[in-house]
């Protein structure tokens, strides 16, 4: 195994730190879901990713694709709203990306998360600018794609794709909300960071906390 794929053990363990991330966050995402949406993103997202850890408990990776469409399942169905579905649907597309495959290099990562994100627009109907989770996604499948085509060493790529999400989740804060329950304050949803971009930051950003160890010894990790 080289030291620029991500293995299907390494993906169970994203799987494992992003379920983690939004139970610490559980209350945070909810709080900002309470000031324009219904206040229930962070239970949700919560309820199904503990949903997903018991399913995949045993699971040994070998199939990156099959993981990936198990969580997406698993979030459709146990999270109802918006967010299940659309996060369902990520997962789902981004499997269906990578089917068959027990390692990804970074190419292989960088079309998973624009399938991913093709999914959730095709679903939902946002575009960038509409204050959604898209507006996460966007820029860190750009960054990954930019870097991908530069070569770029995968945890440099996979540390942009994170910084990037941070930003368009910050830039979320002025937009007026399009799409999604946020959309039915109209002006009033300008000036609060869009919960759905805020877990989707959160993603990106455990995937380079967990992906840049991605292949080493494990004797070599920091966070073990
Ligand atoms: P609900 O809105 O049903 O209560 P959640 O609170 O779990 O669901 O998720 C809200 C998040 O879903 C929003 O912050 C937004 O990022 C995202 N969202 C809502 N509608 C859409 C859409 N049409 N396209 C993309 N993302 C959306
Ligand atoms: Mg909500």
Redesign the pocket.
């Given at each position: 195994m080289s030291d620029s794929t991500i293995s299907g053990a390494d993906v169970v363990r994203w799987i494992q730190v992003y379920a983690s991330t939004i139970a610490e966050n559980r209350d945070y995402l909810t709080q900002l879901?309470s000031a324009i949406?219904?206040g229930?993103?962070g239970t949700?997202?919560n309820r199904g990713m503990s949903a997903v850890i018991e399913k995949l408990d045993g699971a040994t990776g070998d199939d990156v694709g099959g993981l990936l469409k198990t969580v997406g399942m698993t979030l459709v169905s146990k999270?109802?709203?918006?967010?299940?579905p659309?996060y369902g649907t990520l997962f789902m597309q981004m499997g269906a990306a990578t089917t068959g495959k027990s390692d990804l290099a970074m190419g292989d990562w960088a079309k998973a998360v624009d399938a991913g994100l093709k999914g959730?627009q095709a679903?939902?109907?946002?575009e960038p600018g509409?204050?959604?989770?898209?507006d996460a996604l966007t820029p860190a499948a750009e960054a990954l794609s930019k870097a991908a085509a530069a070569a770029a060493s995968l945890s440099d790529a996979l540390r942009s794709a994170a910084q990037a999400a941070e930003e368009g989740m910050k830039a979320t804060i002025p937009l007026v909300a399009r799409?999604?329950?946020?959309s039915y304050l109209g002006e009033r949803s300008a000036g609060h960071q869009?919960?759905?971009?805020t877990s989707s930051f959160l993603l990106m950003k455990t995937a380079a906390d967990t992906f840049a160890d991605a292949g080493r010894p494990r004797a070599d990790r920091k966070n073990e």
């Amino acid at each position: 195994m080289s030291d620029s794929t991500i293995s299907g053990a390494d993906v169970v363990r994203w799987i494992q730190v992003y379920a983690s991330t939004i139970a610490e966050n559980r209350d945070y995402l909810t709080q900002l879901d309470s000031a324009i949406g219904d206040g229930d993103h962070g239970t949700n997202m919560n309820r199904g990713m503990s949903a997903v850890i018991e399913k995949l408990d045993g699971a040994t990776g070998d199939d990156v694709g099959g993981l990936l469409k198990t969580v997406g399942m698993t979030l459709v169905s146990k999270v109802g709203g918006a967010g299940g579905p659309l996060y369902g649907t990520l997962f789902m597309q981004m499997g269906a990306a990578t089917t068959g495959k027990s390692d990804l290099a970074m190419g292989d990562w960088a079309k998973a998360v624009d399938a991913g994100l093709k999914g959730v627009q095709a679903r939902g109907k946002a575009e960038p600018g509409d204050k959604t989770m898209i507006d996460a996604l966007t820029p860190a499948a750009e960054a990954l794609s930019k870097a991908a085509a530069a070569a770029a060493s995968l945890s440099d790529a996979l540390r942009s794709a994170a910084q990037a999400a941070e930003e368009g989740m910050k830039a979320t804060i002025p937009l007026v909300a399009r799409k999604g329950r946020a959309s039915y304050l109209g002006e009033r949803s300008a000036g609060h960071q869009d919960p759905g971009a805020t877990s989707s930051f959160l993603l990106m950003k455990t995937a380079a906390d967990t992906f840049a160890d991605a292949g080493r010894p494990r004797a070599d990790r920091k966070n073990e």
